[in-house]
C-alpha cells in the first residue's frame, strides 16, 4: 500500500490522501519538493570536514516550531504556502550529484521526515546514479519509528533534534504536545539502528528562560544516550523578527551559558559538541535568496527560484 494514500508516515497520523493532492499538516502533497542546496559550513565539524556538508533544505514540515530560522521553507509565512519547487527522482538525484560535484563531504536531508518514501526512492536513484557519499538524516526528531524503518537502508548518521521534555513547552513553541515521548522513541530507534556512537548526534537549543528543560534534556541524555550518542549543545536561539506567534524574545544571556557548561560537568557528558554564545540575527538564513546563508557560511548550488 502507497504510504502517502491514507497518510501516518509521522506522528500526526493526518489520514489524508497526499497521492489524490490532499494536504496534511506538513502542507505537502505527495511531491517532493525542495527549497535549497547547498554546500553548508555550519553543521558539526566532522561532519563539514574540508570540503562543507551537502545539505538538501526539503519544503514543509510536520513540526511547525515558532521560531524556525527556515520558517519560508518550513511554513511559509502570511498565508503563503512554503517556499519549494516539485523535483522528480531524478532530479533529487541529480541535485545530489551536483552537491559531489562541488566538493560535498556529504548528502545531508534537512526536515524530510513528512516525505521519507519520496526522499528515499530520490535517494536510490542517487546511488544508482553512482552518488556514493555518506547521507545525513537531519531531523527535529518529530518522526515515527515506523517511517524510521523506511530509511535505514538509505541513511548513514543521523541529527535529530532533542527540543524539550516538557509536554507544555512542546505545545507552546513546537505545536506538538507529544513531542517529548515521540522524539525519546525515535532517537531510541536510531540509536538502535547505528548501535554506533558516532553515527548518532542529538542537538539541543538552550531556550532563554527554560534552562529546567534543559536539564531535563541532559539528564535523559546521560541516562540514556550516552555512549551510544554524541550530544550537540546550540546557543544560537534567535528570535525571529515580525511573526506573529509568541516565542521567548531575548538572546541566551552569558550566565545561562555557564550554568549549562556546570551542568555537562555534573552530567559527565563529554563526547560532543558545544557552540560558543552567539546572539544577533545577521546570520539568519532568508531563502529568496540564490545564497540564503552568508558567504563565509555557504556556496550555493541549487535554489527552487531557477529552473
Same mark, same amino acid.
Given at each position: 500500500?502507497?504510504?502517502?494514500?491514507?497518510?501516518?508516515?509521522?506522528?500526526?497520523?493526518?489520514?489524508?490522501?497526499?497521492?489524490?493532492?490532499?494536504?496534511?499538516?506538513?502542507?505537502?502533497?505527495? @511531491?517532493?519538493?525542495?527549497?535549497?542546496?547547498?554546500?553548508?559550513?555550519?553543521?558539526?565539524?566532522?561532519?563539514?570536514?574540508?570540503?562543507?556538508?551537502?545539505?538538501?533544505?526539503?519544503?514543509g514540515c510536520n513540526l511547525g516550531c515558532a521560531f524556525c530560522q527556515n520558517y519560508q521553507i518550513s511554513q511559509g509565512e502570511k498565508g503563503s504556502p512554503a517556499l519549494g519547487r516539485e523535483v522528480t527522482a531524478d532530479e533529487f538525484a541529480g541535485i545530489c550529484a551536483a552537491l559531489r560535484d562541488k566538493g560535498a563531504e556529504n548528502i545531508n536531508i534537512v526536515t524530510g521526515s513528512h516525505a521519507i518514501p519520496g526522499i528515499a526512492e530520490g535517494l536510490a536513484t542517487a546511488k544508482k546514479a553512482g552518488v556514493l557519499l555518506p547521507v545525513l538524516w537531519n531531523s527535529s526528531g518529530y518522526e515515527s519509528t515506523g517511517a524510521l524503518e523506511l530509511l535505514k537502508e538509505h541513511v548513514d548518521i543521523y541529527l535529530p533534534d532533542l527540543k524539550t521534555l516538557d509536554s507544555e513547552i512542546a505545545a507552546r513553541y513546537f505545536n506538538a504536545p507529544d513531542y517529548p515521548q515521540t522524539a525519546a522513541a525515535a532517537i531510541t530507534k536510531m540509536m538502535n539502528i547505528t548501535n554506533s556512537t558516532e553515527k548518532v548526534i542529538i542537538r539541543h537549543l538552550i531556550l532563554p528562560g527554560y534552562?529546567?528543560?534543559?536539564?531535563?534534556?541532559?539528564?535523559?541524555? @546521560?541516562?540514556?544516550?550516552?555512549?551510544?550518542?554524541?550530544?550537540?549543545l546550540m546557543?544560537?536561539?534567535?528570535?525571529?523578527?515580525?511573526?506573529?506567534?509568541?516565542?521567548?524574545?531575548?538572546?541566551?544571556?552569558?550566565?545561562?551559558?555557564?550554568?549549562?557548561m556546570g551542568w555537562l560537568e555534573e552530567f559527565e557528558i563529554e563526547d560532543g559538541f558545544c557552540q560558543e554564545l552567539v546572539t544577533g540575527n545577521e546570520w539568519l538564513p532568508d531563502f529568496r535568496r540564490q545564497n540564503p546563508f552568508s558567504s563565509e557560511l555557504s556556496v550555493p548550488v541549487w535554489h527552487y527560484s531557477r529552473q
Open positions: 500500500m502507497n504510504p502517502y494514500n491514507f497518510c501516518k508516515l509521522c506522528p500526526r497520523n493526518c489520514g489524508v490522501n497526499r497521492t489524490a493532492g490532499e494536504i496534511g499538516f506538513c502542507g505537502e502533497t505527495v @511531491a517532493v519538493r525542495v527549497g535549497a542546496a547547498l554546500i553548508h559550513c555550519g553543521e558539526e565539524p566532522p561532519l563539514v570536514g574540508a570540503g562543507g556538508s551537502g545539505t538538501i533544505f526539503i519544503s534552562l529546567d528543560s534543559t536539564y531535563s534534556v541532559l539528564r535523559w541524555f @546521560a541516562d540514556n544516550a550516552k555512549g551510544r550518542a554524541m550530544l550537540s546557543t544560537q536561539y534567535t528570535p525571529i523578527p515580525n511573526r506573529e506567534r509568541p516565542m521567548p524574545k531575548s538572546y541566551l544571556k552569558e550566565e545561562e551559558y555557564d550554568t549549562v
